[in-house]
Nanobody
């Protein structure tokens, strides 16, 4: 059974940084693309970033481009989201997810999801 566990969320001031981690287990991590999504109160879950199975290709939403970086360490079955220059509008629950599709932004193509980690950015 696939399990994804996020960590690293918290409260940070605007302009600060956080690094989220997502530890995967249950199937061969290095075979699957991974993504990060976020959901703010009252809003739909939205795509943040994705990375292909080997880490050679990434894609980010325009709203986070230049500030957030997705990466992975297959030897540790972990995907990361480095978040810099955080803004209050980045406040949300952040989820990692796993997909058999290639580096997709489509939420419906992700097969497994973590429980989420809260990120709160104060102004």
């Amino acid at each position: 059974q696939v399990q994804l566990v996020e960590s690293g969320g918290g409260l940070v001031q605007a302009g600060g940084s956080l690094r989220l981690s997502c530890a995967a287990s249950g199937r061969t991590f290095s075979r699957y693309a991974m993504g990060w999504f976020r959901q703010a109160p009252g809003k739909e879950r939205e795509f943040v970033a994705a990375i292909n199975w080997i880490g050679g290709s990434t894609y980010s939403a325009d709203s986070v481009k230049g500030r957030f970086t997705i990466s992975r360490e297959n030897a540790e079955n972990t995907v990361y989201l480095q978040m810099n220059s955080l803004k209050p509008e980045d406040t949300a629950v952040y989820y990692c997810a796993e997909t058999e599709s290639y580096c997709t932004v489509e939420r419906g193509k992700y097969d497994y999801w973590g429980q989420g980690t809260q990120v709160t950015v104060s102004s």
